[in-house]
T-cell receptor, first 112, second 111 residues
């Protein structure tokens, strides 16, 4: 599985935007970029995913570099409830599509 | 609709014992996956079952086994428990063989 690299931790203030980076220099042409987050005492929760184009949903935006070797998850206005570990995961819907390979993720702290 | 439900939420076992963890998928979901999350790490894939057949297995010893029932619920069994098996065990369900929706997990402590 192609690997991703994320900062161990990031800090933000409430109601400010947050940009969570992810490097994936060995991404293959068929890998989708997925983001999950895990709130304390919860299982991981799907946030967003994309292939080449930037994506938006009600939770976040995903900005994907033109060469696809990096991406950024954008939380437009962080709230205290966004404090979680955020995981950037590459997933090929073909082949071993049955599993997610998690790294350690980025621990996001949101200050009031 | 109910989400993925796991039971029990917490349990404590002694080294050498056996444990069975249970997972009920979201209605209509035919696939169940199991993950182990050790403190401070991301979840690690253990098994996936789809339509009652094992479709994938992670790098875990044979002490770990699972099965899926006709109603698509699943059990994860771990024999001869070791201290290192202490972890949060997560179940995820999906309609097909995709990644799915996770439950809140079972916290297993081995003493």
């Amino acid at each position: 599985d192609a690997k991703t690299t994320q900062p161990n931790s990031m800090e933000s203030n409430e109601e400010e935007p947050v940009h969570l980076p992810c490097n994936h220099s060995t991404i293959s042409g068929t890998d989708y970029i997925h983001w999950y987050r895990q709130l304390p005492s919860q299982g991981p929760e799907y946030v967003i995913h994309g292939l080449t184009s930037n994506v938006n949903n009600r939770m976040a935006s995903l900005a994907i570099a033109e060469d696809r070797k990096s991406s950024t998850l954008i939380l437009h206005r962080a709230t205290l409830r966004d404090a979680a570990v955020y995981y950037c995961i590459l997933r090929d819907p073909g082949g071993s599509n049955y599993k997610l390979t998690f790294g350690k993720g980025t621990l996001l702290t949101v200050n009031p | 609709d109910a989400g993925v439900t796991q039971s029990p939420t917490h349990l404590i076992k002694t080294r050498g014992q056996h444990v069975t963890l249970r997972c009920s998928p979201i209605s209509g979901h035919k696939s169940v996956s199991w993950y182990q999350q050790v403190l401070g790490q991301g979840p690690q894939f253990i098994f996936q079952y789809y339509e009652k057949e094992e479709r994938g297995r992670g790098n875990f010893p044979d002490r770990f086994s699972a099965r899926q029932f006709p109603n698509y619920s699943s059990e994860l069994n771990v024999n001869a428990l070791l201290l290192g098996d202490s972890a949060l065990y997560l179940c995820a369900s999906s309609r097909g063989q995709g990644a799915g929706t996770f439950g809140s997990g079972t916290r297993l402590t081995v003493v």
